[in-house]
């Protein structure tokens, strides 16, 4: 039976792509080329003419953005050299130095004026300069767990449960350090001495480390040659182990009491990430690239263009607390105009799941009217993605590709991906 389940994996895991071989979809050779990427970019002027981040001004105020916007060369007709980048929502909340209250809801999308950021740059070649121009627009759903009710009662009863023990603790401390001074210090005879002695007890701290010798070393130069120094030097034993044993004792609880809030905080933090991985977000990104061969204002020619949208919006049981299954629709639209060709994609994709195992349905229609290579292309695919550990995991995709050239064609391949820190789970399809 076992061999028969093997075999049955093996056929269904590489039988499409075995098919695809005859070079009808040469282009699918991994899984990454059968999943659309959804990751949220912004088209920026400054990737668009690869400008350092270093090189960006952002005016931080309306005096400074008059400034800037003087450099670009208007009076004179030439383009200058400049990077600017101005979120209207920050800069004119710095002039009038108000901002709004933040909302109170535990679920709640950012304000939407935030979400404007404007974008301008230019680069200056031998004679010729490019422009670019970005307008970028983002808000997504924000969740704040501190406001939740249930999430917060625990958290606050958990540090206060765990105060209180170490409350007690040092006040027992204080309550029997009292109790050895009265029984010691009245051994002293020589009062020029027995404030200070009690004044430096006192200063003894319940989380700080205490040896004998130190504590020997300073009671003899306290005390000098007075007489009942030998009496006295007795209860120095029962100090240090009174303060030993409430120093462990309240340190214990302390390491118990930082260790049980990461474990909770930890806890919270995968419990948030289950329930909130499906949030809603909205981005609308548009670019546009303009060439001047004389490096002058008046020579500019629109050179490309290109806007993409791209929401993300929960479904199957959203914001519902009690169910671990969720499910969350994203779809994306691009398109891209150029001097002699464009291009148009339009995919959306519906997940179902959790946050480390999910049902994937995807689909995406491809246009382009190229001189070269004109293509209209139509794929579809259902796939798993089931999480090992954070940076591993089994991706298995099925599906169908169709071309005008080539009609209909299976894809289909299992594999099992790794990565290192925060790169997203699938690669970008080549566009």
């Given at each position: 039976?076992?061999?028969?389940?093997?075999?049955?994996?093996?056929?269904?895991?590489?039988?499409?792509?075995?098919?695809?071989?005859?070079?009808?979809?040469?282009?699918?050779?991994?899984?990454?080329?059968?999943?659309?990427?959804?990751?949220?970019?912004?088209?920026?002027?400054?990737?668009?003419?690869?400008?350092?981040?270093?090189?960006i001004?952002?005016?931080?105020?309306?005096?400074?953005l008059?400034?800037?916007?003087?450099?670009?060369?208007?009076?004179?007709?030439?383009?200058?050299?400049?990077?600017?980048?101005?979120?209207?929502?920050?800069?004119?909340a710095k002039?009038?130095?108000?901002?709004?209250?933040?909302?109170?809801?535990?679920?709640?999308?950012?304000?939407?004026?935030?979400?404007?950021?404007?974008?301008?740059?230019?680069?200056?070649?031998?004679?010729?300069?490019?422009v670019a121009?970005?307008?970028?627009?983002?808000?997504?759903?924000?969740?704040?767990?501190m406001?939740?009710?249930?999430?917060?009662?625990?958290?606050?009863?958990?540090?206060?449960?765990?105060?209180?023990?170490?409350?007690?603790?040092?006040?027992?401390f204080?309550?029997?350090?009292?109790?050895?001074?009265?029984?010691?210090?009245?051994?002293?005879?020589?009062?020029s001495?027995?404030?200070?002695?009690?004044?430096?007890?006192?200063?003894?701290?319940?989380?700080?480390?205490?040896?004998?010798?130190?504590l020997?070393?300073?009671?003899?130069?306290?005390?000098?040659?007075?007489?009942?120094?030998g009496?006295f030097?007795?209860?120095?034993?029962?100090l240090?182990?009174?303060?030993?044993?409430?120093?462990?004792?309240?340190?214990?609880?302390k390491?118990?009491?930082?260790?049980?809030?990461?474990?909770?905080?930890?806890?919270?933090?995968?419990?948030?990430?289950d329930?909130?991985?499906?949030?809603?977000?909205l981005?609308?990104?548009?670019?546009?690239?303009?060439?001047?061969?004389?490096?002058?204002?008046?020579?500019?020619?629109?050179?490309?263009?290109?806007?993409?949208?791209?929401?993300?919006?929960?479904?199957?049981?959203?914001?519902?607390?009690?169910?671990?299954?969720?499910?969350?629709?994203?779809?994306?639209?691009?398109?891209?105009q150029?001097?002699?060709?464009?291009?148009?994609?339009?995919?959306?994709?519906?997940?179902?799941?959790?946050?480390?195992?999910?049902?994937?349905?995807?689909?995406?229609?491809?246009?382009?009217?190229?001189?070269?290579?004109?293509?209209?292309?139509?794929?579809?695919?259902?796939?798993?993605?089931?999480?090992?550990?954070?940076?591993?995991?089994?991706?298995?995709?099925?599906?169908?590709?169709?071309?005008e050239?080539?009609?209909?064609?299976?894809?289909?391949?299992?594999?099992?991906?790794?990565?290192?820190?925060?790169?997203?789970?699938?690669?970008?399809?080549?566009?």
């Amino acid at each position: 039976m076992k061999r028969k389940v093997c075999c049955l994996f093996l056929v269904l895991t590489f039988g499409p792509r075995l098919l695809a071989q005859d070079g009808s979809d040469k282009e699918v050779t991994n899984v990454d080329k059968l999943y659309i990427d959804f990751t949220q970019r912004e088209l920026t002027a400054f990737t668009m003419l690869d400008i350092d981040e270093d090189e960006i001004v952002r005016p931080g105020s309306l005096r400074e953005l008059a400034v800037q916007v003087g450099n670009f060369g208007f009076n004179t007709g030439q383009i200058a050299p400049f990077a600017i980048e101005v979120n209207p929502y920050k800069l004119f909340a710095k002039e009038t130095k108000e901002l709004p209250e933040p909302k109170c809801t535990v679920h709640n999308y950012s304000d939407w004026p935030k979400g404007f950021t404007i974008g301008l740059a230019s680069v200056l070649g031998d004679a010729d300069a490019r422009v670019a121009g970005s307008l970028n627009y983002l808000i997504k759903e924000e969740y704040n767990p501190m406001k939740d009710d249930e999430i917060r009662s625990g958290l606050l009863l958990s540090l206060k449960g765990m105060e209180s023990v170490l409350t007690a603790i040092k006040n027992q401390f204080i309550v029997e350090i009292k109790a050895w001074k009265g029984l010691y210090i009245k051994k002293l005879e020589d009062s020029s001495v027995d404030s200070e002695i009690s004044e430096f007890v006192d200063e003894i701290e319940i989380d700080s480390p205490l040896d004998i010798d130190t504590l020997t070393a300073k009671f003899n130069k306290i005390l000098g040659d007075s007489e009942s120094k030998g009496d006295f030097l007795k209860g120095l034993e029962p100090l240090y182990v009174l303060h030993l044993k409430y120093n462990q004792l309240y340190t214990k609880v302390k390491k118990d009491k930082n260790e049980g809030l990461a474990s909770y905080i930890n806890n919270l933090l995968a419990k948030i990430r289950d329930q909130q991985w499906n949030a809603g977000s909205l981005l609308v990104s548009t670019g546009m690239l303009w060439y001047s061969p004389s490096a002058t204002w008046g020579g500019l020619k629109t050179n490309s263009f290109q806007i993409i949208a791209s929401g993300a919006l929960p479904t199957i049981h959203g914001h519902c607390a009690n169910h671990k299954l969720r499910g969350q629709l994203i779809a994306q639209v691009k398109y891209s105009q150029f001097a002699d060709s464009s291009k148009f994609s339009l995919a959306a994709r519906h997940l179902y799941g959790t946050h480390a195992n999910r049902f994937a349905l995807e689909a995406q229609y491809k246009w382009a009217d190229l001189a070269d290579a004109p293509f209209n292309i139509f794929r579809f695919t259902a796939g798993l993605e089931l999480k090992i550990t954070d940076n591993t995991w089994f991706e298995m995709a099925y599906g169908a590709n169709h071309t005008e050239a080539t009609g209909w064609s299976a894809i289909g391949q299992g594999t099992f991906k790794f990565g290192i820190g925060d790169k997203p789970i699938y690669s970008s399809e080549n566009d």
